[in-house]
C-alpha cells in the first residue's frame, strides 16, 4: 500500500508539473488544437478590473495560506459579448508545487446564460474544468486554462481565459 501512495504522489506530482509547464510555455493549447475533436470550439475571454481581496487582510496585504479570497472583474466585450466575472478561492500550501497556490471555483455570467468552472491557479495560471452551465450554456463540457493577475493581491487587475469546448450544443461558433 505504501509503494502505491508515493507511486500514486509521484505520477500527480509529475502530471502537475507538466500541466503547470505547458501552461506556462503557451503550449497547452496549441497540443490540445493538435488533437481536437470534430466538435471542439477554442474561445478567449478577456477579465479587466479585476480585483481581489483576502478576507481578514488589510488592503494590498498577500493572502496566507488557508484565507479565503473572493475576485470580481469585467469580461471585455467581444465576439461573444461581455459580461461579469466572480470567484472564491482557497490559498494552499500544496505539497507538489512549490510556494503558495489557490484551489478556485469561477462563475462566467454571459450573454444568455453563466458558465462555471473549477480549477488549481499556480503562480498565476492554472487549468480548470468546466462544471456546468445555465441558458444558452446548459450542457457546456470541456476544460480551460486561466491567467490571472488581480488587483489587491499584487498584480495589474487582468484575466485570460482560453476555453475548449467539447460539446456542439454551446453557442459560441
Known sequence: MESSTNSRRGMLRAAVGLVAGAAGLGVAGSAAAGRRSPGERTIKLSVTELAA?????????????????????????????????????????APHVAGQSTVEQHLFMLDGGQLTGMGHLVQEQGLFVITGGTGAF????????????PSGLGGDGTAHFTFTLTNEGTPWH
Open 138 to 149: 446548459a450542457g457546456a463540457r470541456g476544460h480551460y486554462v486561466a491567467r490571472s493577475s
Open 53 to 93: 481581496k483576502a478576507h481578514g487582510r488589510g488592503r494590498g496585504q498577500l493572502a496566507r495560506p488557508d484565507d479565503q479570497v473572493t475576485m470580481h472583474g469585467v469580461i471585455a466585450p467581444g465576439s461573444h459579448g461581455g459580461g461579469a466575472f466572480t470567484a472564491v478561492a482557497t490559498v494552499i500550501n
